[in-house]
């Protein structure tokens, strides 16, 4: 029977480093240091840009929103506008439904683009 034995092992222990290491170590920190400030600058910048797209989308949301829940929505129309001399009225009058819009009395302009013409 054997009185002693030795068996290898590995174990996790402090080592102080050489000038080389040391140098190597510090140029893997630098580098380490301008990775992550390239990466927070790239993700400040795909941050700015979903958040401009959330407010597109959300502008749009809210618009399509008034929409349904008044059932109308402003829109250019043809309209016809009805100059009565003889009456002084002015009429507006949508081409689409023939809904008269506005009426209202004859401006100078109106009555001077009559002389004019």
């Known amino acids: 029977m054997k009185e002693t034995e030795e068996k290898e092992t590995t174990e996790y222990l402090a080592c102080v480093l050489s000038e080389k290491e040391l140098i190597d170590c510090s140029k893997a920190l630098a580098k380490a240091n301008e990775d992550l400030a390239q990466v927070e600058a790239k993700k400040k910048d795909v941050m700015a840009d979903?958040?401009?797209?959330?407010?597109?989308h959300e502008a749009n949301i809210g618009a399509l929103s008034r929409i349904v829940s008044s059932g109308k929505e402003y829109r250019d129309v043809k309209c016809i506008i009805r100059l009565d001399y003889k009456a002084g009225r002015k009429t507006i009058t949508r081409c689409d439904t023939s809904e008269i819009i506005k009426t209202s009395e004859l401006t100078q302009g109106?009555?001077?683009a009559n002389l004019a013409a």
């Open 50 to 56: 979903i958040t401009a797209q959330q407010k597109k």
């Open 110 to 112: 109106d009555r001077q």
